[in-house]
T-cell receptor
Framework: KQEVTQIPAALSVPEGENLVLNCSFT??????LQWFRQDPGKGLTSLLL?????REQTSGRLNASLDKSSGRSTLYIAASQPGDSATYLC???????????FGTGTRLLVSP | GAVVSQHPSWVICKSGTSVKIECRSL??????MFWYRQFPKQSLMLMAT?????????EQGVEKDKFLINHASLTLSTLTVTSAHPEDSSFYIC???????????FGQGTRLTVV
């Protein structure tokens, strides 16, 4: 059974810092991995999608890497801003059918 | 990107009543949709897979008679929480895969509170 773990569970930093959020999964046989952002009481915003054949994806200040063989992904946030405060979730798709297994989440607080 | 609309965004109901949540794919057809549940301070857990024109597939531990899923068309799936109890209070969210199956699109979620 696929299990997805995220470290740290919570993170509090001052504005401007560069951050690394970690995601690990137990079964390396994944189709793709997605990083999401969830604001309190809200739905999910997709941030980055990495196909299993890819090593990284970038969007603005965000960069996500994938090391499928070791079962790890990292989300790098450059020059963090208070607006980045949210819970960040990673999720893997065991097949190409997009039935996702979510990680435990990292709650990020960026203070001004 | 594709849009998935979920309604209502929040609902409060009395214990023992039933609540229906709708999930629509607005600009694409979805033969499959997924329903997730998120309890406070926990991550999202898959409840069931909704299949257009056939029965839903439920994950282990999810009561199919309590969480009725209907996928009557290629753009609409509904989740009905029957005889709701306070322990059913949760955040429910649906998703639909893109036609290419390369990514999933999520609805806005429904916050259910049973009093």
């Amino acid at each position: 059974k696929q299990e997805v773990t995220q470290i740290p569970a919570a993170l509090s930093v001052p504005e401007g810092e560069n951050l690394v959020l970690n995601c690990s999964f137990t079964d390396s046989a994944i189709y793709n991995l997605q990083w999401f952002r969830q604001d309190p009481g809200k739905g999910l915003t997709s941030l980055l999608l990495i196909q299993s054949s890819q090593r990284e994806q970038t969007s603005g200040r965000l960069n996500a890497s994938l090391d499928k063989s070791s079962g790890r992904s990292t989300l790098y946030i450059a020059a963090s801003q208070p607006g980045d405060s949210a819970t960040y979730l990673c999720a893997v798709s065991p097949t190409g059918f997009q039935k996702l297994v979510f990680g435990t989440g990292t709650r990020l607080l960026v203070s001004p | 990107g594709a849009v998935v609309s979920q309604h209502p965004s929040w609902v409060i109901c009395k214990s023992g009543t039933s609540v229906k949540i709708e999930c629509r794919s607005l600009d694409f057809q979805a033969t499959t949709m997924f329903w997730y549940r998120q309890f406070p301070k926990q991550s999202l857990m898959l409840m069931a897979t909704s299949n257009e024109g056939s029965k839903a597939t439920y994950e282990q531990g999810v009561e199919k008679d309590k969480f009725l899923i209907n996928h009557a068309s290629l753009t609409l799936s509904t989740l009905t929480v029957t005889s709701a109890h306070p322990e059913d209070s949760s955040f429910y969210i649906c998703s639909a895969p893109a036609i290419s199956n390369t990514e999933a699109f999520f609805g806005q979620g429904t916050r259910l509170t049973v009093v």
